[in-house]
């Protein structure tokens, strides 16, 4: 009670008094239930009038009356200046102001007033996390207290039965759903409830089949159907393959029924009446076949020929270049080219090295050197004379003929 006192304190200053007791929303256990009505008033011996609403006359009625205490509160003059005086009272609220929730339970609307003089002020009343919210302030004024945390009912404080539902009850279709209907995609079941006559809160299904049983909350809401979704991978589904499809559609014998709900709750639930459904089997869809997938690439040589390529400094023209066979077997001439690409653009001219190369081929690790490769440019799609190129291309093997050890040293630009 201390630090609901220095609470109010703050409160006090933004509004004519407060009441702290009861919060908005609080709930009890039943209508007869006395309540705790307290809080602080800015006059001493100043009537404070409680109040409820009653709905058949609808106004605001004094249901008991206390005065605020003669001398300030101890506690509130050490925190601020101007006195403030506690008043307090406990009584029941009579049945004539509690109003039924459409579910159970009932809810009356209370206030607290006070009248100094000629006018009656009104009690600012608070949430139940008020004093959290104090702690979220950016100055010390109480006028931002007030604004801040004051409740959403303010200045009444709007008081439950603790089992209070006002949340619906579910509304019932104005016309019988026609059917549901079941169609499988791969392995998930989809149940679609068909010509619904009203929107309900929160739909689910009871599928029963064979000694099977499940009951499924995962549906979505349309304006005139449900769709209620399944797996037939989960232990509990009343259909779990695609044998099971077809043997309930030639039997005809699976059951569906289907309910709305309000959202479930710890206190606020509430259902309507299960509603058994005709079926209509619409498909199976089987699961898409994965594409068989390509073989693999062949694996690297782990011996066989390695070919490399240098070129010696030239003139633009003409080039001496050197081939080289690092690997481990015979390289014949017949079974690959050259390639020669001036300036290194342009599409590459290409060499055959059958008559380049020994008859016998190149050796592993040996090397043979070829005189006077053409290295110059044309000037032109006129023809002319060769120019000279400032760099060149030359790569071995440029088909790709020959299954290397090594396949990325087999070019080089001089």
Request: charged letters at 15%; a negative charge.
């Amino acid at each position: 009670m201390t630090s609901l006192r220095l609470q109010c304190v703050a409160l006090s200053l933004a509004a004519s008094a407060c009441m702290l007791s009861p919060y908005d929303g609080q709930r009890f256990a039943s209508q007869t239930t006395p309540v705790p009505f307290n809080g602080y008033n800015f006059w001493a011996n100043t009537p404070v009038s409680i109040r409820a609403f009653n709905p058949a006359t609808a106004t605001f009625e004094q249901i008991a009356t206390t005065p605020s205490a003669a001398t300030a509160d101890p506690l509130a003059a050490s925190m601020i200046d101007e006195p403030l005086y506690k008043w307090q009272l406990t009584t029941a609220v009579p049945p004539q102001y509690w109003v039924p929730g459409a579910v159970r339970g009932a809810r009356a609307r209370v206030k607290a007033t006070t009248r100094p003089g000629s006018t009656s002020w009104a009690m600012t009343s608070v949430e139940r996390d008020w004093g959290a919210c104090m702690g979220t302030m950016t100055t010390s004024s109480a006028s931002e207290f007030g604004q801040r945390c004051k409740s959403d009912h303010n200045p009444e404080a709007w008081i439950m039965t603790s089992d209070y539902c006002h949340e619906g009850p579910p509304p019932l279709p104005s016309s019988v759903p026609t059917r549901v209907e079941i169609e499988v995609y791969c392995t998930q079941v989809e149940y679609t409830i068909v010509n619904l006559g009203a929107m309900y809160p929160a739909a689910e299904i009871r599928v029963a089949w064979r000694g099977r049983e499940e009951l499924n909350r995962i549906c979505n809401e349309g304006s005139s159907s449900a769709e209620c979704f399944s797996f037939l991978t989960d232990t509990n589904a009343a259909l779990r393959s695609e044998s099971d499809y077809y043997s309930a559609r030639n039997a005809d014998d699976l059951m569906v029924a289907y309910r709305a709900r309000t959202t479930p709750g710890a206190t606020c639930d509430a259902v309507s009446p299960w509603v058994t459904l005709p079926v209509r089997y619409v498909g199976f869809h089987r699961c898409p076949t994965a594409p068989t997938p390509p073989p693999p690439p062949p694996p690297p040589a782990t011996s066989g020929p390695d070919l490399t390529l240098s070129i010696a400094p030239h003139d633009g023209l003409f080039a001496n270049v050197t081939v080289c066979n690092n690997g481990s077997t015979v390289v014949m001439g017949n079974r690959w080219y050259l390639s020669v690409r001036p300036n290194d653009v342009g599409p590459a001219s290409e060499l055959s090295m059958e008559s380049l190369l020994p008859s016998d081929g190149l050796n592993p690790t040996s090397c043979h050197t070829l005189f006077d490769v053409g290295v110059g440019t044309t000037s032109g799609t006129g023809g002319g004379g060769l120019l000279p190129s400032s760099s060149v291309r030359i790569c071995a093997d440029s088909r790709g003929q020959i299954l290397e050890t090594n396949e990325s040293n087999n070019c080089d630009v001089e």
